[in-house]
């Protein structure tokens, strides 16, 4: 008799479903899934029909036998659930679009992620995820919740601090930074082990190592250009020589850090050119692959998706499940609670880096202490994140303005205090709750 093994995406109206569900018929050998809900709330009702019909026609013409279903009964879908994936936007993208614009109209930084803008978005999510991990309590206690909704480390921390349910945080940059480098090395991903330390959003790798060789010194020539490994993230010029001196290989989001005001600039220059903000970038990607996901020819995954800067998040995501359920040990970069790894920050707080996944979670591999050129930004942003978190549980206004104050890319406390004001107005049905 087959075993019952039981997925639930939480946000499964997202027009990165399909990549999800790639992923699961390519890995069905190893991973046998049996029933898979989508689940969404009822404005993505229309969304989520088509993403369903395209997932039933994908597993259809896969010739496999797994039970798909889409619900707006959370309860339902999550009952017996072995693994809960979340990628859920609260607020949709018209949200987002205000997280980007609000900061630029005060000349800082418009970014989904980071800076005020991430902050707002983790208001928002904070308190929902937090929801969905607590009826995870009472309904499958021992089903693990993979998230990879944003900004990913501040809400995997939550749940991990907040409830007792077991989840793991992903990101699909890692993936991308290490099989970037293997192409640019010209090996194989298998034979390249890249080491990372820092944080989601906020990492860089240490060490590279090919077939078990340190290589990491030779990898920092300053006439050595590399591109942004995410769509969303533009690169900036004559980056390498920095980079060169840095001798660490940051994740393209660092470029909001380092390069802030060429970032700002650009994303000014995107709006008053037409271009728009990415949000309305997504707004059309979103449209044209919508479009085609109604396609009642259409039963596999379209090139199209990989307009959207999560390239790989199939990959990252149901290899890191496959790891879990086959107690494989194998390690994968994620988003975990620190527990000594990072040797300068508290255990209890999430940092991205190396683990050994096995069935009984995934435990991050001591890397050290912070090298002191990243260390200061590490630091601050990790404060910006727990007071983030800390106010979003505590539906605390003085806490909030704190964590915003905290945020390297937020600059004068006159200015968090007005940002703060204009978001909460802006964002009134999900933030009214700070008081
Ligand atoms: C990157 C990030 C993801 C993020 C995505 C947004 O790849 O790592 O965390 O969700 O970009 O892409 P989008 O196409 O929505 O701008």
């Known amino acids: 008799m087959t075993q019952k093994l039981k997925l639930a995406i939480i946000g499964g109206g997202s027009s ?21 809900v989508l689940v969404d709330i009822p404005v993505g009702q229309e969304k989520l029909n088509i993403v369903t019909d395209l997932a039933k026609r994908m597993i259809q013409k896969s010739g496999l036998n797994i039970n798909i279903a889409s619900t707006l009964d959370l309860d339902s879908a999550l009952s017996e659930c072995a693994f809960v994936i979340t990628q859920f936007r609260v607020g949709g993208l018209k949200a987002r679009g205000l997280d980007e614009m609000i900061p630029l109209s005060f000349n800082m930084i418009g970014q989904e992620t980071t800076g005020a803008g991430g902050f707002a978005k ?35 921390e939550a749940v991990l ?37 820092g944080l989601n959003h906020l990492s860089w790798i240490k060490k590279v190592y090919l077939h078990g060789k340190d290589i990491t010194e030779s990898l920092f020539n300053d006439s050595k250009k590399r591109e942004s490994v995410v769509a969303n993230v533009p690169e900036v010029e004559g980056a390498e020589k920095f980079v060169a001196s840095l001798k660490l290989i940051p994740s393209p989001y660092l470029n909001y850090f380092y390069y802030e005001n060429h970032m700002l600039e650009e994303e000014k220059e995107s709006v008053a ?24 020819e259409l039963s596999e995954k379209p090139s199209q998706l990989s307009e959207r800067g999560g390239s790989l998040y199939s990959e990252a995501a149901m290899s890191l499940i496959e790891s879990i359920h086959t107690n494989s040990g194998k390690i994968h970069v994620l988003n975990v609670l620190n527990n000594g790894a990072i040797k300068d920050l508290d255990d209890k707080v999430v940092i991205e880096t190396n683990c050994i996944v096995t069935s009984s979670g995934a435990r991050p591999i001591t890397t050290g202490p912070l090298p002191p050129s990243i260390k200061g930004l590490v630091h601050s942003v990790k404060a910006y994140e727990q007071l983030t978190i800390e106010a979003a549980v505590e539906g605390s206004k003085t806490k909030a303005l704190l964590a915003l104050m905290n945020n390297p890319l937020v600059h004068g406390a006159d200015i968090a205090q007005n940002i703060l004001e204009r978001m909460i107005e802006a964002h009134s049905e999900h933030l009214s709750y700070l008081k």
């Not at 990165?16 to 898979?36: H, K, Q």
């Not at 969905?132 to 309590?137: D, G, N, R, S, T």
């Open 122 to 156: 983790a208001m928002r999510t904070i308190p929902v995820i937090l929801s969905i991990a607590k009826k995870m309590e009472q309904l499958c206690p021992d089903g693990w919740l993979i998230n990879f909704t944003n900004p990913s480390g501040m809400v995997t």
């Open 161 to 197: 601090n907040h409830t007792s349910i077991k989840s793991v945080g992903l990101c699909n940059v890692p993936i991308n930074m290490e099989m970037s480098l293997a192409e640019e090395l010209e090996a194989s991903p298998e034979d390249l082990y890249c080491e990372f330390i």
């Open 273 to 296: 050119s037409g271009k728009g903000s990415r949000a309305e970038q997504v707004m059309k990607i979103e449209e044209d692959l919508f479009k085609l996901y109604e396609t009642p």
């Open 16 to 36: 990165y479903t399909p990549e999800l569900i790639e992923g699961i018929i390519t890995r069905i050998n190893i991973l046998a899934v049996t029933e898979l």
